[in-house]
């Protein structure tokens, strides 16, 4: 491929926000599928193939990391603010 081809993302705080339902694709097959409060979840994956995670969701990974649990890790801010202020 020349010089010229790019790849194209999604920002994740977006689809975390607009999507219902997500396809997460590598090398042109799809490798995960779901709603992305699922799909969200796989942390570790999702930054393996390059894509990564929802900016809220990272840093509650990373505080789980640290001890703090969840029941499941927030994809938006708002999520996130429900958990640590209502549990």
């Known amino acids: 491929l020349d010089s ?3 790849e194209e993302r999604a920002d994740m705080d977006d689809v975390a926000d607009f999507a219902d ?3 997460v694709l590598e090398r042109g097959k799809v490798v995960r599928s779901g709603r992305p409060s ?3 979840q796989e ?3 999702m930054e393996s193939i390059q894509l990564g995670v929802p900016k809220i969701t990272k840093f509650a990974a ?3 990391r640290r001890g703090l649990v969840f ?3 927030p994809i938006t801010i708002e999520e996130f603010t ?3 202020t209502h549990g």
């Open 4 to 6: 010229e081809f790019k």
């Open 21 to 23: 339902f997500v396809y």
């Open 38 to 40: 699922a799909v969200f």
């Open 43 to 45: 942390v570790d994956f």
């Open 62 to 64: 990373n505080l789980e």
């Open 71 to 73: 029941e499941q890790l």
């Open 82 to 84: 429900e958990v640590i």
